[in-house]
T-cell receptor, first 117, second 114 residues
């Protein structure tokens, strides 16, 4: 079946640096990808929606200049956390929407743990 | 708008007990997908099941079973003969095909004690 892969699964970075998380659809084309964030002991919250070849749409309260999303191809979206701070430490997960005969279906990646020290 | 309610914040059972995790959803859409995910202490999200809104057949996979009731907008998850390794946070989610967005419940933390 369709699989969405995220890389890296865990990353530690220093405060002030930038870190990139990749989300790939392995055997299907994803016209839309979604990025979520999970705060400790909380549910997953949608950060932004990205459509291939266009700018991402950010949810209210999400800083677009801090969380850069690029969806350059139908199989790859990237989330770059710029000038990371310890409060950016979180679990980030992406999902991808596949267009199928029966309608849209969606698949989630396994997530990426970011720790900013 | 859509919403997923997992009323049970935490559940604790003893190994070999059966346990049911409740999930109630709200949506105006007629076409949607429902999901259950497991998040073990290691942190990654593990896919358990995806159910199309037009398919109300209940499903069983080993010790796991799911009861989808459209009449009550519920998609409950039962673990039979629970094991310590089942200890995790379990998320229920709905994906709205028209809006193209997923909404997660707050999760239920299941602790299975030996």
């Amino acid at each position: 079946g369709a699989v969405v892969s995220q890389h890296p699964s865990r990353v530690i970075c220093k405060s002030g640096t930038s870190v990139k998380i990749e989300c790939r659809s392995l055997d299907f084309q994803a016209t839309t990808m979604f990025w979520y964030r999970q705060f400790p002991k909380q549910s997953l919250m949608l950060m932004a929606t990205s459509n291939e070849g266009s700018k991402a749409t950010y949810e209210q309260g999400v800083e677009k200049d801090k969380f850069l999303i690029n969806h350059a191809s139908l199989t790859l979206s990237t989330l770059t956390v710029t000038s990371a701070h310890p409060e950016d430490s979180s679990f980030y997960i992406c999902s991808a929407r596949e267009r199928g005969v029966s309608g849209n279906t969606i698949y989630f990646g396994e997530g990426s743990w970011l720790t900013v020290v | 708008a859509q919403k997923v309610t997992q009323a049970q914040t935490e559940i604790s059972v003893v190994e070999k007990e059966d346990v049911t995790l409740d999930c109630v959803y709200e949506t105006r859409d007629t076409t949607y997908y429902l999901f259950w995910y497991k998040q073990p202490p290691s942190g990654e999200l593990v896919f358990l099941i995806r159910r199309n809104s037009f398919d109300e057949q209940n499903e069983i996979s080993g010790r796991y079973s799911w009861n989808f009731q459209k009449s009550t907008s519920s998609f409950n998850f039962t673990i039979t003969a629970s094991q310590v390794v089942d200890s995790a946070v379990y998320f229920c989610a709905i994906y709205n095909t028209n809006a193209g967005k997923s909404t997660f419940g707050d999760g239920t933390t299941l602790t299975v004690k030996p």
